[in-house]
């Protein structure tokens, strides 16, 4: 029979280990309002007609919360970096905690608002320094091309917190669809993701991705002889820079998180429909309903994070195309021109060196965060897609069966779903899904413009691009600098 034809038990207690009565929290408002809209949807319907003739109650679950109640630290993160800057209404009352929930929000909005405008300031100032780099040293100097790399990060921030923020709607309506699925899935199978592991999980990728910066950071202010205290904004970066590259990967981890919980329900799906061949306990359209119920979040996570995944794939392409343009030149210049007296003082050279290295470094940390972008959404879709068409699978492997005749019609619309699958699947603003051909695509056109900037390299004809040449004369400690640029 139908789970939602059955009474729940909406206890607000719950029992520790120990056998006492605990006061367990009530699950948050739109849970609540979900469970009644399908208790009173199904409560209407007639009871299928049982398998083997009698109808036995074989689920009596209890209402034990939701995913977004399970998922709250990860939102308070969310909101302290400013991509959810709202709060999620629960309790009772809603007109006692209306105005706190209308202030806390205005808030919210100013200091995302505030954020917006500190990274396109940064961005502003970066944007300066790469036309003093490409004014003094040229296009293809390393410190230059690291300029470029690493300003990237607060306009990938900056916009990240702008297209969060107005799709407030858009987000809450997706954790409104998870917390439906999940209301429907603890019901018919007992099950429920493991949302702490996925939280431990996401929290630990963000506090590793903090630290390596932040380390990088401190080894750099040590090697390079700077003073605590001298310039506030230099001193600032101890945690400006950290953050900025917090704020390029939590929006990828968050996007891997949902697609966990997809998976976690496909995987219980296909359990369950493996078990039919056991015993019959549902028919295949209520498999069929469930089915449909994980291709409406598949929906609500494209429609929520294809903007956000294109924009990661166009940045993280243009940046190892900029990185392979570098490195395929012949004219691209590691060493920064420096004085005569510079030119004369050993540790001077060295601590110019220093600097361009560690300038370097911190590109090589934003390609690395490119590269991982690339990856980690061609896999994420890939493992997604493919673990939704097990599904079919897995329906069609009842087909032998003798009950199976009368439920064609359902498998049929099995196969109809899953062939128009690009439509509804995790995809690139449905333009193409998210597939291992995607991957090996992107790779290809990366590997194809590598082998054409050899070959253009290696060309005769192609003239190459003179930059500045730097005489120094040792007797007269002067400096004489003839410009060949075209």
Known sequence: MYPFAQTLDISTEDEDPEGNSIHAHLPNENCLMIFFAFLLQMTSSNLRPPINGDVKNHFAPRLVGCISRSLRPVFIFLRVLSLFPVLIQRGTNRRRKRWRRLTVTVLLFNVALVLILLNGYLTRLNYKLVMLYEENFGLMHASTVSAIISGLKPFIACFLIALFTFRIKTHTRLIRLIDAVDLSFRSAFRASPPVRKYTLWFFTSSAVLFLVPFVYRIVEYVQTGMVFGEEPLVDSAFILVPMLTIWNIVPLMYYSLHNKIVRFYLRTLIKALDKEHQR??????????????????????????????????????????????????????????????????????????TRVHFAIGWAGIQVVVAAMHIVLICHTGMLTNERTRQVVNAVLRIVPDQNADLDRFQIACFVHKMTTQFMWGMTVWRAFPLERSTFFTLFSLIVTYSFLLLKLRDNPNVAPIMTNIVTIVNSSNSITAVDTRP
């Open 280 to 353: 019959r306990v549902f028919s295949l359209k209520f498999y069929y309903e469930q089915f449909l119920r994980i291709t409406v979040i598949q929906e609500g996570i494209g429609t929520f994070f294809n903007p956000y995944i294109l924009f990661s794939l166009s940045w993280s392409v243009a940046v190892l195309c900029l990185t392979i343009y570098f490195i395929t030149q012949d004219h691209a210049s590691l060493s920064q021109p420096i004085t005569a007296e510079q030119f004369l003082e050993k540790e001077q050279r060295d601590i110019l060196n």
